[in-house]
């Protein structure tokens, strides 16, 4: 399955800021997404990031609010603009690696998350 | 709109013990997939078993096994001869046919007693 990194690993940041996180994949792919996770909360899809054009945001979720990047096949960015308290999260990338011949299932494979607080 | 729902917040087990993790979840789709990932403190989702929609027979890896109950939309996970290092929050996730994006529930924490 895919490697991922992801930069941030934790991050504090200020209320009114912005910060980027990158994700970074070990082979192309074709379709990166972004997940939300709320303190003792589930995994909320942000978007999808589609390399070559704009990403599909979730019902919830504008661009303005988390703009993202896909310059190309193996690596995406996710910014959170003008942050305040309620943005305080882990935020997850995740890409589909495919199941193979034994499962039509796509399997997510995820990075590790990046721990954003707002102060 | 598809919903995953996981109605036991938090689950403990004696060590070696079997436990049995709930998931419900609605969907309009007849061709989907149902996936458990495991969440440790290090909060690296990690994969754990996954069943085809289509096909009958529940799904086993090693001491991770489920029971999945089309009609009813039931989707439960059993863990045989707890470990240690199984503990974590477990989430119940699905995925459409032809779709990559999964949706998940609320996850249910599981403790393991030594």
């Known amino acids: 399955s895919a490697v991922i990194s992801q930069k941030p690993s934790r991050d504090i940041c200020q209320r009114g800021t912005s910060l980027t996180i990158q994700c970074q994949v070990d082979?192309?792919?074709?379709?990166m997404f972004w997940y939300r996770q709320q303190p003792g909360q589930s995994l909320t899809l942000i978007a999808t990031?589609?390399?070559?054009?704009?990403?599909?945001?979730e019902s919830g979720f504008v661009i303005d609010k988390f703009p993202i990047s896909r310059p190309n096949l193996t690596f995406s960015t996710l910014t959170v603009s003008n942050m305040s308290p309620e943005d305080s999260s882990i935020y997850l990338c995740?890409?589909?690696?495919?199941?193979?011949?034994?499962?039509?299932?796509?399997?997510?494979?995820f990075g590790a998350g990046s721990r954003l607080t707002v102060l | 709109a598809q919903t995953v729902t996981q109605s036991q917040p938090e689950m403990s087990v004696q060590e070696a013990e079997t436990v049995t993790l709930s998931c419900t979840y609605d969907?309009?789709?007849?061709?989907?997939?149902l996936f458990w990932y495991k969440q440790p403190p290090s909060r690296q989702m990690i994969l754990v078993i996954r069943?085809?929609?289509?096909?009958?027979q529940n799904a086993t890896e090693n001491r991770f096994s489920v029971n999945f109950q089309k009609a009813a939309k039931s989707f439960s996970l059993k863990i045989s001869d707890s470990q240690l290092g199984d503990a974590a929050m477990y989430f119940c996730?699905?995925?459409?046919?032809?779709?990559?994006?999964?949706?998940f529930g609320t996850g249910t924490r599981l403790t393991i007693i030594p």
């Open positions: 995740s890409v589909g690696t495919g199941g193979g011949y034994l499962s039509g299932a796509n399997v997510l494979t």
């Open positions: 082979s192309q792919v074709t379709m």
């Open positions: 990031a589609n390399q070559g054009s704009e990403a599909t945001y």
């Open positions: 969907t309009s789709e007849s061709d989907y997939y």
């Open positions: 069943q085809e929609a289509y096909k009958q």
């Open positions: 996730a699905l995925q459409n046919f032809g779709n990559e994006k999964l949706t």
